[in-house]
Structure formats: C-alpha cells, structure tokens
C-alpha cells in the first residue's frame, strides 16, 4: 500500500512498505535528463550526475563512499534523456543515512575546480570507449536520425567538445534550474515507515528550490538515416518508427505489438530472422516511450555480408506482424507484460523506481488491477492498428558495416 505526501517546496514523498524485509531501496527521481541540455552543454546532466560524488555535504568523494559502505550499503546515478535518478540501497536501520546523502548530492554539492577537470576526462574516457563499440554507439545514431537537429536526438555523454567547455558555473545553474521540488520524487520501498521517510526530506531536501522545472522542448520525428563503415566483421543495424508518447491512448497497444514482433524468442523477429533464415545472431524490438512521443526501434547484429537482406527481411516481418498478428501472440505478449511487472515488484529497488517514475510521468500511480485492465481491454484489431499506425511512415535508420 503506498502512501503519499508532499512537501512545501513541492516534493513528493511515495512510500511503499513491504513486510518482512530488513532492506530498503531510496530513489531520488528528477524529471531532467539529456533532452533538457542546450548544445553547448551537451553532457551537462550525465557530468552534473557524475560530480555530486566528488563532493557533497562537507563529505569528500571517498568519504561518500565509506559512509555508504560502512553500513553495507550502496549508492548509485543514472542519467537518462528524460530523466536523472539517485538510489541508494541499506539495512533499514540506515534509511536515514541514505536519505541524508541522497539530499547531500543534490543539495550541497562541492563542484570542486580541480575534480571537474578530472571527471570530465574520465566522461571522455567513457565516450571513447561507447565510440569504439558499434553495439553501443549505434543507439546514439538511431536517436540521432530518428530526432534530428533536437536536444532529444544528442548523445547523453556529450561530446569532446561540449564536455569540455563545461564550467562550475553551468552546474550550480542546472541544479538551481531544473532541480526543483515540484519535478522530484524521493519514493522508498521496503523496511520503511512513512512519516520517518517525509520527516527525513524534509530536514534533508527541504533547501530544494520551489517549483517545478522548465520543459523541454518538444520534440518532432525525424525519418533520417547514417550508414558508417566499421571494422568489425559484424554487421549492426538499426530502425525506428514513431510511435505513441507514455501518456497516449494506444501507448500499451503499441508496446505489445513491439513485443509480438520482437520481444523474446518466440517473437517473429526472432523466429524469422535467426531461427528459420540465420541471417542474425542478435535481433529484437522494442518500444521506448518519451512524454510526447516515442519509437518503436529494432536492432540486429548479423554478418556484414547478410546486412541487406536481414534489413529487408525485418521490415516484411514488421508490416506481415501488424497485417496478422494473431490472438495466442496477445495473449503470450499480455502475460509476459504482467509477469515483467510482477517481478519487479517484488524487489524494493522496483517498487520504488516504478513508483517514482509513474509519478513523474502521469502525476499518479498505476497499479496491477489497472495495468491488467487495460491489458485486458486490447483486442487483436487494437494491437494491429495501433503497429499499422507506427509503420505507416518512412524509419529513421543507422547502420554499422552492412555491406553495399
């Protein structure tokens, strides 16, 4: 059962208590991400991510880590195109120390000159090493082609050039910017109790600016595509079609038929393409949503020699699942979406990363008798059109190595 609360400056505070466990998982979930960058900056939120563990609340980089682990405890970031995220893990007799470090990092951090020039070599050091990967870098190409010219269609690491033209000034900006109470969820999951949890943010959080953040910008679809040439005697091919955004309509209409066409190995890309012709070793779709958009991408890795024909053979597949998927492919897709969702659940780490996010995304939360509802609802008629929709239009693509 969760509990809900909220703060002055506008922070929302999700609990969701879970009998008989001694552990506890703490999410501090901001609605920023990459997509919110302007192009001079681009990398400002993963580094801004990266260096509130340089320092942050009279603590030093190491003493951030001894306080975590002296308790057995772990503290992690992400940073993604929509959102940034800061988790911590402990025994429940250390929630408050979590909580206390979580409100450090985003609160009270040093970004210390010298350890900006230290971190941002080692973010170089990571683009490097994601550029000298084509599994890797070949997402960043596909959003690239797919959102053209846009925020949203930049790397999340940055580039040489905009790593390094970050200064301190630009991090004290974005966290007074975008790191504002009215976009933030602190969601705990676990060995919790609620009014422990609402009391130690705001002894912790409650400096957090008032408000909500500024949006991004909104963003188009783009049908382009980038051919490289790669080393490798792998081949790596990618397509994007748009599809609907989290909050639309036929949103789970479209993420099921991603799962039909090519979400395990019982999906048809699979089938297809690495069963029944061996033209991939690697091949699957799925749907990624953003707020007002998304796309329904597919990635293979094949010979460079077998490019061709795999791409061929992944778009017959496509448009032949949207012509004729059938009722026993629904029905698979709709258990496996219940079933995905209900092992998490029984993690603290997925029920406070689900609660934090549902928030951020739809001002509220969904439950398991709504989900399986909605999944209930969806016809194969539903589920077809909601695949023809998305494949009416002309694919972003990128590509690594596929032979002319």
């Not at 970031?77 to 402990?90: G, H, K, L, M, P």
């Not at 790397?155 to 033209?165: K, P, Q, T, Y």
């Amino acid at each position: 059962m969760s509990s809900i609360s909220a703060l002055p400056n506008g922070l929302t505070v999700i609990t969701r208590p879970m009998p008989g466990l001694e552990t506890a998982s703490i999410a501090l979930f901001a609605d920023v991400g990459s997509r919110h960058e302007e192009e001079r900056v681009n990398g400002l939120a993963h580094l801004f991510e990266h260096m509130v563990f340089k320092g942050a609340g009279g603590r030093s980089a190491r003493q951030i880590s001894e306080a975590i682990e002296d308790v057995g405890g772990e503290l992690n970031a992400c940073t993604e195109r929509d959102q940034t995220s800061f988790t911590a893990a402990v025994l429940s007799d250390h929630v408050g120390l979590a909580v206390e470090l979580l409100g450090d990092l985003v609160c009270r951090p040093a970004f210390d000159a010298a350890e900006l020039e230290r971190e941002a070599e080692i973010v170089l050091q990571e683009l490097a090493e994601a550029e000298d990967t084509p599994s890797d870098i070949i997402f960043d190409h596909l959003w690239s082609q797919a959102f053209s010219g846009q925020a949203l269609g930049r790397s999340i690491l940055g580039s040489e050039e905009s790593v390094r033209a970050i200064r301190q000034d630009d991090l004290s900006a974005w966290r007074d910017r975008h790191y504002r109470g009215g976009s933030m969820v602190l969601s705990a999951a676990g060995a919790v109790e609620h009014e422990a949890v609402v009391a130690l943010a705001e002894r912790h959080l409650g400096a957090l600016g008032a408000g909500k953040a500024p949006e991004a910008d909104l963003a188009r679809f783009t049908a382009e595509a980038r051919h490289d040439r790669a080393k490798a005697d792998q081949a790596q091919i990618t397509l994007a079609h748009a599809a609907p955004g989290q909050k639309a309509d036929d949103y789970l209409a479209a993420r099921l038929f991603a799962d039909i066409a090519g979400g395990g190995a019982s999906s048809r890309l699979f089938q297809a393409v690495r069963e029944e012709r061996g033209l991939a070793y690697t091949v699957s779709a799925g749907l990624h949503g953003h707020d007002e958009l998304g796309l329904l991408h597919v990635h293979a890795a094949t010979a460079r020699k077998e490019g061709k024909a795999a791409q061929a053979l992944i778009d017959e597949v496509l448009h032949a699942t949207a012509a004729g998927l059938e009722q026993r492919e629904l029905d698979r897709a709709r258990i496996q979406v219940r079933a995905g969702q209900a092992m998490a659940l029984e993690t603290p780490w997925g029920q406070a990363a689900q609660a934090a996010r549902q928030w951020l995304v739809h001002g509220r939360l969904i439950g398991r008798e709504e989900l399986a509802a909605k999944l209930a609802a969806l016809s194969v008629d539903d589920v077809r059109a909601a695949g023809a929709r998305m494949l009416s239009g002309a694919p972003a693509r990128a590509t690594f190595g596929v032979a002319a």
